[in-house]
T-cell receptor, first 112, second 112 residues
Framework: DVKVTQSSRYLVKRTGEKVFLECVQD?????MFWYRQDPGLGLRLIYF???????EKGDIPEGYSVSREKKERFSLILESASTNQTSMYLC???????????FGSGTQLSVL | SQQGEEDPQALSIQEGENATMNCSYK?????LQWYRQNSGRGLVHLIL?????REKHSGRLRVTLDTSKKSSSLLITASRAADTASYFC????????????FGTGTRLKVLA
């Protein structure tokens, strides 16, 4: 069964901390995505990667960076966490045709 | 604003009834997808309809696409309590890209 795994289901961090959210997929997919989901705002694209070491900004990249050193792993980094980054973070991947997205279960991040 | 916007925002129906959700989008697309999200979890792909298709079926799901009106609808027939979830449409941000933009979703509640 195909799988996108996010390392943490719940995470609580302090303001100013550096936060790493990890995502691993086992489908050999080229494309990987990070979205954040907030009530009333739906899912918003933070960053997208279409190949190892390649990345593109999404709609809300400010305050975030990403790393893709290996094909199966895509990390989202909050350089200095702030309270407005409290959110549900969803990782997804898709194959070469870039169509169907497979999502992880999400990480609910609280920044206090 | 979101590329895809669903309406209604929330829908409550009795088991056995049909549920219809609508999605509007702004730019030309390659395809439109519908996803389902159970409370607090990741999204699951339901169905994809391409820009040259007008209708598609999958089990109890029926999706229509009207590119002239830039809109789509998702019909769930003979709904069950287990269909209770949020439903999102997703469109490629610009035609031919692999970046998908999601709407704010329709929360469906099916009462037993």
């Amino acid at each position: 069964d195909v799988k996108v795994t996010q390392s943490s289901r719940y995470l609580v961090k302090r303001t100013g901390e550096k936060v790493f959210l990890e995502c691993v997929q086992d489908m050999d997919h080229e494309n990987m995505f990070w979205y954040r989901q907030d009530p009333g705002l739906g899912l918003r694209l933070i960053y997208f990667s279409y190949d190892v070491k390649m990345k593109e900004k999404g709609d809300i990249p400010e305050g975030y960076s990403v790393s893709r050193e290996k094909k199966e792993r895509f990390s989202l980094i909050l350089e200095s966490a702030s309270t407005n980054q409290t959110s549900m973070y969803l990782c997804a991947s898709s194959g070469p045709q870039g169509e169907k997205l497979f999502f992880g279960s999400g990480t609910q991040l609280s920044v206090l | 604003s979101q590329q895809g916007e669903e309406d209604p925002q929330a829908l409550s129906i009795q088991e056995g009834e049909n549920a219809t959700m609508n999605c509007s989008y702004k730019t030309s697309i390659n395809n439109l997808q519908w996803y389902r999200q159970n409370s607090g979890r990741g999204l699951v792909h339901l169905i994809l309809i391409r820009s040259n298709e007008r209708e598609k079926h999958s089990g109890r799901l029926r999706v229509t696409l009207d590119t002239s009106k830039k809109s789509s609808s998702l019909l769930i027939t003979a709904s069950r309590a287990a269909d209770t979830a949020s439903y999102f449409c997703a469109t490629d941000k610009s035609k031919g890209t692999y970046k998908y933009i999601f709407g704010t979703g329709t929360r469906l509640k099916v009462l037993a």
